[in-house]
T-cell receptor
Framework: SAVISQKPSRDICQRGTSLTIQCQVD?????MFWYRQQPGQSLTLIAT?????????ESGFVIDKFPISRPNLTFSTLTVSNMSPEDSSIYLC??????????FGPGTRLTVT | LAKTTQPISMDSYEGQEVNITCSHN???????ITWYQQFPSQGPRFIIQ???TKVTNEVASLFIPADRKSSTLSLPRVSLSDTAVYYC?????????????FGSGTQLTVLP
């Protein structure tokens, strides 16, 4: 298993600003993902954070809006840029353990006013 | 991408067995089926994973028929603490390739 922490746990931001969310894992992992979970909804994959190269984004998500860094095998950041109220969600990072088992962080609850 | 369908909600009583079914008609050959549990204000927690037939661990069983177009999560003797949202996830992870589609989730409420 893997222990994952995220910072901040929650934040309230004004529209037009940006927020960077950090994800720290207690062990080196190859695969790391970022998800979004809108209020009362399921999880949607935003992107795969690739170590040493550009992230791979899912349909509907773009790098200019959600830039991702992955400087090493234990850390990643997701930035939500030029925020609007529609970006209010919980953002979660996850890592893959053995046999496709994903472990999720506690999430970052973002409210945009 | 494999689309999944789950019941929106289910109620049960303590001590009963609960079965939650997920439909995934267009599951691909490489796809695994994984179930997660999520409590409010927490990230999802892995419960069980399978490819075909039956898988059992200390908390649940997963039944997958031969055509793999559906799967059933079975929780034996539920307690109040099992009240949560349960998601099925169909997909695969291989190197840089990944296809991950979460179901809409089933809110399980366990009543005393």
């Amino acid at each position: 298993s893997a222990v994952i922490s995220q910072k901040p746990s929650r934040d309230i931001c004004q529209r037009g600003t940006s927020l960077t969310i950090q994800c720290q894992v207690d062990s080196q992992v190859t695969m790391m993902f970022w998800y979004r979970q809108q209020p009362g909804q399921s999880l949607t994959l935003i992107a795969t954070a690739n170590q040493g190269s550009e992230a791979t984004y899912e349909s509907g998500f773009v790098i200019d809006k959600f830039p991702i860094s992955r400087p090493n095998l234990t850390f990643s950041t997701l930035t939500v840029s030029n925020m609007s109220p529609e970006d209010s969600s919980i953002y979660l990072c996850s890592v893959v353990a053995s046999r496709y088992e994903q472990y999720f962080g506690p999430g970052t609850r973002l409210t945009v006013t | 991408l494999a689309k999944t369908t789950q019941p929106i909600s289910m109620d049960s009583y303590e001590g009963q067995e609960v079965n939650i079914t997920c439909s995934h008609n267009n599951i691909a050959t490489n796809d695994y089926i994984t179930w997660y549990q999520q409590f409010p204000s927490q990230g999802p927690r892995f419960i069980i994973q399978g490819y075909k037939t039956k898988v059992t661990n200390e908390v649940a069983s997963l039944f997958i028929p031969a055509d793999r177009k559906s799967s059933t999560l079975s929780l034996p003797r539920v307690s109040l603490s099992d009240t949560a949202v349960y998601y099925c996830l169909v997909g695969f992870l291989s190197g840089s390739a990944r296809q991950l589609t979460f179901g809409s989730g089933t809110q399980l409420t366990v009543l005393p």
